[in-house]
């Protein structure tokens, strides 16, 4: 297959993914600002956890569906795939996800400096240390499972998009009140550039990379049998 069109299926799949888990949190904000009840946390973790499913059973075929820079690095750390396309899967990954966050700009002008489009800050009173903890432990899980469902040929077929966009959900619902369960640098990046929005904004790339890496060095080592290059 071309490798213009794993690239191409990163950037569709994060701007999907970056879209409709930004965009619902803008949405709760404008249904609150209308005096409706919003989705809330519920709301916003459940359409998060349905795109990622979505976006996995259109795109893994193509791509492997990473959508998500934290899967690529620990997939180049551990080997799994070449530097040279590690790199351009995560520079597709950002340009999607930067075009939704410009997207929801437009859609959503007055969610830009009151909920930042979307993007993740940390809850008051949560230190710096906090929320790379709780973003490490919710990714580890995250890409652990990617590991066991996706990349385990062992793994059952057909059910891997619903384990893992079920871990989403629920990271996003246990991280939403102190890091706000990003799990993927992506999906924080794409609306922060676009509501300038970057206070501790390394968080989110320090906790979903640990995480990712200490995920797939425990697999490796506990799990796996045979793995080859991607």
């Not at 509501?195 to 904004?201: A, I, N, R």
Request: hydrophobic letters at 55%; charged letters at 10%.
């Amino acid at each position: 297959m071309n490798a213009y069109k794993k690239y191409m299926a990163e950037f569709v799949g994060t701007f999907a993914l970056v879209f409709i888990a930004a965009g619902s949190v803008c949405a709760d904000f404008y249904l609150r600002q209308a005096g409706g009840q919003g989705l809330g946390l519920l709301g916003i973790s459940i359409a998060f956890g349905i795109v990622v499913i979505a976006v996995i059973y259109a795109t893994s075929y193509v791509s492997g569906s990473h959508v998500n820079p934290a899967v690529t690095i620990s997939f180049w750390i551990t080997k799994r795939m070449e530097p040279n396309t590690a790199i351009m899967y995560i520079i597709s990954q950002i340009a999607g996800a930067s075009l939704a966050g410009l997207a929801l700009k437009t859609l959503f002008p007055d969610a830009a400096k009151t909920v930042y489009l979307g993007t993740c800050v940390l809850a008051p009173g949560v230190s710096i240390a906090r929320g790379v903890l709780m973003e490490f432990i919710i990714s580890f899980l995250l890409i652990f499972t990617i590991y066991g469902t996706l990349v385990d040929k062992r793994a059952s077929a057909g059910f891997a998009g619903v384990a893992v966009g079920l871990v989403v959900l629920f990271g996003a619902m246990i991280g939403g009140t102190i890091s706000g369960g990003a799990m993927n640098p992506a999906r924080v990046f794409g609306p922060a550039i676009a509501s300038g929005q970057f206070t501790h904004h390394y968080v989110w790339w320090i906790g979903p990379i640990l995480g990712g890496i200490a995920a797939g060095f425990v697999y490796d080592k506990l799990f796996a049998e045979k793995r080859g290059k991607a």
